[in-house]
């Protein structure tokens, strides 16, 4: 199951929810085709202002940052580098659609592989409930 998570500063985010719903999950049917569309987890964090700060001081606006988690045996095929260079493609533009393009070249795209081994579902470990 892919996972999006995307991170905003609260006010920015606020009422743009459904828009970065469909955006960010047609970015993964994008590279992986609709099959995968029943699968995508979406997850919208807003961050209060105070709470976002760089170079130690808290910052007013910053460019929302996307998290997509994957199997890392996705990083061993040999369509890897594709793969990922049309991931972070597709979640800059759908980030990008919905909070506008003056935000496009500080979007953060962070692709991040998880061993099936150390995920679970449902308090079983994934790679031992697929064999029960």
Known sequence: MPHVTLHALEEELTGREPGLIRELTDAVVSVYGDWARSSVDVRL?????????RGGVAVATAAPSVTFGMREEVFARPDAPRVVAQLVSAFTDAVTSVFGPGCRDEVLVELVGQPT???????????DSATR
């Open 45 to 53: 964090i807003g961050v209060p202002a105070g709470r976002w700060a």
């Open 117 to 127: 081994s150390r995920s679970g579902l449902g308090g079983n470990v994934i790679s």
